[in-house]
């Protein structure tokens, strides 16, 4: 039987956690660690009192409530090893079913990271290390023919170009680099920038330019210029390894395999020369549009 908390805030959700037919375990685990991070230091019945109510939830939770808890005791000094020991082990199921339990665990996670908002995408990205069992490959840098493809098709305010170049460069799902041209707050192109190689400059003229949402607001590219040089390499990697696992996945490209393709390529986006036009005409107001606060 789960004890009373020593919160008087928590008592009506112990006990409504406990009643049947009401499943409320994960919200209560999520509010149990907010609130314990909140409290810079606890007294050891505080400790036992979090360390017994989180153990007695977490076997009952799905993976993004373990995710977001990890995320948030990591970076919390002195959180209790015990809780972040059993949130990575949490029961294996039986191996028969393993694959299905992976692909559903992959899903939620990769829905957890789009349905956050831009603080809780950040401690995702913070703490992807923690939340990993095996380390992940470092991408290749795409070749600069893609980079150009990408910032030529934002330039041009052409969504779906750009999706289309972003999913065979990452090896995603359409649906998913579609999910991620389009997304209104801007972590998921940064997170693309990162693995893909790209400069800072390049990245914020992408921006400025992709999405009227991100590119209206001057704190929105300074808070995702801030991100891009903060962002680990290895935590990028390792949330584009989560999204190749998610829908069907394209082959990951860096140069134009066929004659053909290049040709086609050079069709379907601007020349070179168009290419330079449009940066000359553009670049000037961006440098005094990033410039102001």
């Not at 692909?103 to 349905?115: G, I």
Request: glycine share 6%; proline share 6%; aromatic share 4%.
């Amino acid at each position: 039987m789960m004890k009373s908390s020593p919160d008087p805030k928590l008592d009506g959700l112990v006990n409504l956690a406990c009643r049947d037919g009401v499943d409320i375990r994960p919200t209560l685990l999520r509010v149990l660690t907010d609130l314990y991070v909140q409290k810079p230091k606890h007294s050891a019945e505080e400790e036992t009192q979090y360390i017994e109510l989180a153990l007695g939830l977490i076997g009952a939770v799905d993976a993004p409530t373990r995710v977001a808890v990890i995320a948030s005791l990591s970076s919390y000094p002195g959180a209790p090893a015990t809780i972040l020991d059993k949130l990575r082990g949490t029961e294996a199921p039986p191996s028969s079913a393993n694959s299905t339990q992976n692909e559903a665990e992959t899903n939620d996670l990769v829905q957890l990271f789009f349905f956050a908002a831009p603080e809780e995408r950040r401690l995702i990205l913070g703490n992807l290390d923690a939340a990993a069992d095996a380390p992940t490959r470092r991408s290749s840098p795409a070749s600069s023919e893609v980079i150009r493809r990408l910032e030529t098709a934002a330039m041009q305010h052409n969504t779906g170009e750009f999706s289309r170049t972003l999913e065979r460069a990452l090896g995603i799902s359409h649906v998913l680099a579609e999910r991620i041209a389009r997304d209104h707050s801007g972590e998921p192109i940064v997170v693309a920038a990162k693995v893909l190689g790209m400069t800072g400059a390049v990245l914020q003229r992408i921006l400025l330019f992709l999405n009227p949402a991100i590119g209206q607001s001057v704190e929105r590219i300074y808070d995702l210029a801030r991100l891009f040089d903060e962002l680990r390499p290895a935590a990028a990697d390792r949330l584009v390894a989560i999204w190749r696992k998610t829908g069907v996945q394209s082959k990951p490209i860096h140069e134009p395999v066929h004659r053909d393709d290049k040709q086609h390529g050079a069709r379907s986006l601007s020349t070179p020369a168009q290419h330079r036009s449009v940066q000359s005409r553009t670049e000037q107001p961006s440098r005094i549009k990033i410039g102001e606060r």
